[in-house]
């Protein structure tokens, strides 16, 4: 059992009260999932040329400023409890190569010009409070509490998994094939840094937006390649995925208004926020992937 | 009687409905502001009318025992799970497993149920004024279930001796689930059912399904397997 959240603006209404909202959302989580939690923010875009980085080092007394002059040219360094922001000048990949090999001990957490990643061990509130998010502002979250079932309560092993830049994927539910993937993902250069199913789920997402897959190709080649349970939402740079696996056991809701697009594996969750009453309300099919972007931000089902 | 959910915690509010006289009571009971909570009205064991305004969280009015209970919204996950008698009518839309296992009484969802209702059904009745998703009715051994809308798939998958009336379309049909002949019999215990459920009697276009009996009796030619 674990808990997913997601908050998505679709104009600026809530954009500045982005923490407030969410922090209640996945705090009422705490029941499907103590051990940890964890949330991706989407926020201040990096100035054009640059990248941010969120990394993670056990550590409070950790030099983040040596460890980011490895990586490349660093414009500014933000120290968060145990994680670091760093925007350091450079758009690609290359930077995360560099910063997944600067320090071994270090995790990197998400790359990209508005994603931040922030998971640790321990109770949702805890985590929450550690990095700040009920005051955080921005376009959209998504988060997770976890309930580990199949490996080792670790920071690594807590959710949202980067999957690109910009990317990123919670889960609920379990993989059955995810030894045998891992072995074969490995072969084609992605690392894995635990047993973690999820993490599997995510390393298979990566490989294939890498080989220049669309998300929604991507997304339907998982339901074709992943065996077991699954609810993911799937935070993009502009917006978030939501998709099912075909039996549909692990628990989705979603909640629409003009104003926001919010999911959660529980309605209780989502009791709080702004015109809920009015908003329309609904359980994601199985096996159906659905999709909002600020581009289009209207719902956009893609039957799979 | 009055409880405001967010002023009142949900385990004295079910410690009250618990302590209610043997006897039942007249006056409806009314719960405001449930907000998605679980086990709301849970375990019941009187005869009272309780009424939930807004929408509830899973398990609400599990295990009922004659009690009437009506949800103004939605219900997650299990609504009337392994009800023995009683009344439970959903206003809204219901989440998945609605009726689960349950032994008697009438559970009516006046907007559509997600997967698996009904599922290991064991005498209940359920009407389903929408439509029901997949794998609804698994392993339904006795009750009934009437679907106004359509079906998801493998509706009644290795289905038992429980009886289902849909009018609408079913997506495909489970294991061992077949469709039987609508005889007066059952017209009659249609007519009973939606009556029962205080909705609009219209019996035409309905089609029933139930056990074809081959997957769970024994058949001497499987002898040689045991």
């Known amino acids: 059992m674990c808990g997913i959240a997601a908050f998505f603006s679709k104009n600026s209404t809530y954009e500045s009260r982005l923490g407030e909202l969410f922090v209640p959302m996945l705090d009422c989580l705490t029941g499907r999932g103590p051990d940890s939690a964890g949330f991706a923010v989407y926020r201040d875009p990096a100035p054009a040329g640059s990248t941010k980085i969120v990394a993670q080092h056990p550590s409070l007394h950790y030099d983040w400023k040596s460890y980011f002059d490895k990586v490349g040219r660093v414009n500014s ?66 988060g997770h509490t976890r309930m580990a079932t199949e490996s080792a309560v670790t920071t690594a092993g807590s959710h949202p998994f980067s999957t690109g830049m910009d990317l990123c994927l919670v889960h609920n539910g379990s993989l059955s094939n995810h030894n045998r993937l891992r072995r074969n993902l490995e072969r084609q250069g992605i690392r894995f840094r635990t047993d973690n199913d999820s993490e599997v789920a995510a390393g298979y997402l990566a490989w294939r937006l890498r080989q220049g897959d669309s998300l929604e190709s991507s997304l339907k080649g998982a339901l074709r390649d992943l065996d077991g349970f699954f609810t993911f939402a799937i935070g993009t740079k502009d917006g978030f995925a939501v998709l099912r696996d075909p039996i549909a056991c692990k628990p989705a809701i979603l909640a629409e208004t003009d104003d926001y697009v919010a999911m959660a594996s529980e309605y209780r969750s989502l009791a709080h926020l702004p015109n809920i009453d009015k908003a329309r309300i609904w359980e994601p099919e199985p096996a159906r992937i659905y999709t909002w972007n600020k581009a289009d931000s209207s719902l956009n089902l893609k039957a799979a | 009687m009055n409880f405001d959910l967010s002023q009142v915690k949900l385990r004295e509010v079910n410690q009250a409905l ?209």
């Open chain 2, 18 to 226: 618990h302590d209610l006289p043997e006897a039942g009571v007249t006056e409806t009971i009314h719960l405001h502001n449930p907000r998605g909570a679980h086990a709301v009205a849970c375990g019941l064991r009187v005869a009272a009318k309780i009424e939930a305004h807004g929408p509830v969280g899973y398990y609400c009015a599990g295990m009922n025992q004659k009690a009437e209970i009506t949800v103004h919204g939605n219900a997650g996950t299990g609504v009337a799970e392994n009800m023995m008698s009683g009344l439970v009518r959903v206003k809204g839309n219901a989440s998945q497993s609605a009726g689960a296992t349950a032994h008697g009484g009438l559970l009516i969802i006046e907007g559509d149920a997600s997967a698996r209702c009904g599922i290991s059904l064991k005498g209940a009745d359920i009407v389903v004024q929408g439509s029901v998703g997949h794998m609804s009715a698994f392993m339904a051994q006795a009750g009934r279930m009437v679907i106004y809308g359509d079906a998801g798939e493998a509706l009644g998958d290795s289905i038992y001796e429980a009886r289902l009336y849909v009018r609408g379309s079913v997506a495909s049909l489970g294991a061992d689930c077949i469709e039987k002949e609508m005889r007066d019999e059952h017209k009659a215990e249609l007519t009973e059912l939606l009556s029962k459920a205080d909705l609009p009697v219209q019996i035409d276009g309905f089609r029933r399904y139930g056990s074809a009996r081959s997957l769970y009796s024994f058949k001497v030619t499987n002898a040689s397997s045991y």
């Open chain 1, 77 to 142: 360094v933000k120290i968060l409890s145990t994680h670091a922001l760093a925007y350091v000048s450079g758009e690609s990949e290359i930077l995360r190569a560099a910063a997944e090999a600067a320090d071994p001990a270090v995790t990197v957490m998400s790359v990209g010009s508005t994603i931040e990643i922030y998971k640790e061990m321990g109770l949702p509130c805890k985590v929450m409070a550690q990095f700040n998010l009920s005051t955080a502002q921005g376009s959209h979250a998504i």
